[in-house]
């Protein structure tokens, strides 16, 4: 969580830059305490929740210019964004879109440029400031998802234009630290494929075969099969390419009504 110039929040403690988040993934509308209190602490409340609440809110105003955005009542705070704010979540939400619409126009430099922007977004850690509290653990495994599916894009597209020997380095990493996503597998055996490296990329199938079926009993899914099955009958030209993933629904579209607290963060559909 950084200030518009990229300057970061230097003088805010750590639970007041999660309440700051916490409040500004619910920008627009006022959350109870009481659900403030579980975002931020989940079952580990210190013995008077509301103090510690009002002292984080208090330290809020002090650290950084609010300038009227934070309101707080009996029935709850909120913060409300002025005119020209933009949250680094609705910038990202924004570039992956024009990503996504680039793409389906056949423009690959505009989808990874557009892809690229909207990963550059993201502080490193990601979302370090974010409490993973049982409240909040949903809201930053969405967020995380939407994040992968766009650097996905972003190495597709990449693909696409031939950067496969400067993806290397960059997919091999990703199989080790998410190795249950298979379209990481897929990119990284293409990649090998394009590189020359014909046994590699079939090593790299049993490899991820082997994972799947000895850590988690299941066989990989049809698009890695097919990619294997092309690669053992030889493609010379090299055109091997991934297929278009099909276009993501919004979690809040996709999700069946069901009574639930009113203020659980969830991004704007993007």
């Not at 890695?224 to 010379?236: E, F």
């Amino acid at each position: 969580m950084r200030f518009a110039n990229g300057d970061p929040l230097e003088n805010m403690r750590p639970r007041q830059r999660s309440t700051l988040g916490i409040l500004l993934l619910n920008s627009g509308r006022r959350v109870s305490k009481e659900y403030l209190a579980d975002a931020l602490w989940g079952t580990d409340l210190p013995s008077d929740p509301g103090g510690a609440l009002r002292s984080n809110l208090y330290g809020l105003r002090k650290a950084i210019p609010i300038e009227g955005r934070l309101r707080t009542g009996r029935d709850g705070c909120g913060l409300a964004l002025h005119e020209g704010d933009v949250l680094d979540l609705h910038r990202f939400q924004s570039l992956a879109q024009q990503a996504r619409a680039a793409q389906l126009l056949g423009d690959i430099d505009g989808a990874a440029r557009f892809s690229q922007r909207a990963l550059d977004t993201w502080g490193d850690p990601p979302l370090a400031d974010i409490p993973a509290t049982p409240v909040m653990q949903p809201v930053i495994s969405e967020l995380l998802e939407h994040r992968h599916a766009v650097q996905e894009s972003l190495v597709d597209a990449r693909l696409t234009l031939g950067q496969h020997h400067e993806l290397l380095p960059f997919l091999m990493s990703l199989t080790t630290a998410q190795p249950l996503r298979e379209r990481r597998w897929e990119q990284l055996i293409l990649a090998l494929y394009r590189c020359g490296r014909r046994a590699e990329a079939l090593d790299t199938f049993t490899r991820a075969r082997r994972l799947l079926a000895e850590d988690y009993g299941i066989d990989p899914g049809g698009p890695l099969q097919h990619l294997q099955r092309l690669i053992l009958t030889g493609d010379p030209m090299r055109s091997l390419a991934l297929p278009l993933p099909p276009r993501r629904v919004h979690a809040d579209a996709a999700r069946e009504p069901r009574p639930q607290r009113h203020e659980v963060p969830r991004p704007p559909a993007g």
